[in-house]
């Protein structure tokens, strides 16, 4: 069973910062594909930021020069850091993993439960 397990949201005032971090674990062959996307009520779900599987960084237009995501040498999690931010960032955060359980296996795509970032003065 594989679980990525989130921290890091919570409330901050514009132009703030947060650190949000992310841990996969269980039992996982290989992992090749790892980031954060987020959501607001009534949309759907947007990239912020991802490692593709070619070892490459996405970002999302709306974070470009104010997000950096980062990985530990395991790559097996992964941080979403997070500065100037603005109310239009406040959303659930998701972690995302593209994985691969066995090998010879398929892979599958994994979510973390989510962690509300909230902007606001």
């Known amino acids: 069973q594989v679980q990525l397990v989130e921290s890091g949201g919570g409330l901050v005032q514009p132009g703030g910062s947060l650190r949000l971090s992310c841990a996969a674990s269980?039992?996982?062959?290989?992992?090749?594909?790892m980031g954060w996307y987020r959501q607001v009520p009534g949309k759907q779900r947007e990239l912020a930021a991802v490692?593709?599987?070619?070892?490459?960084?996405n970002y999302a237009d709306s974070v470009k020069g104010r997000f950096t995501i980062s990985r530990d040498n395991a790559k097996t999690t992964v941080y979403l850091q997070m500065n100037s931010l603005k109310p239009e960032d406040t959303a659930v955060y998701y972690c995302?993993?593209?994985?691969?359980?066995?090998?010879?296996?398929?892979?599958?795509?994994?979510w973390g439960q989510g962690t509300q970032v909230t902007v606001s003065s």
């Open positions: 490692f593709t599987s070619d070892g490459s960084i």
């Open positions: 995302y993993a593209l994985i691969r359980v066995t090998l010879g296996g398929g892979r599958g795509d994994y």
């Open positions: 269980g039992s996982i062959f290989s992992i090749n594909a």
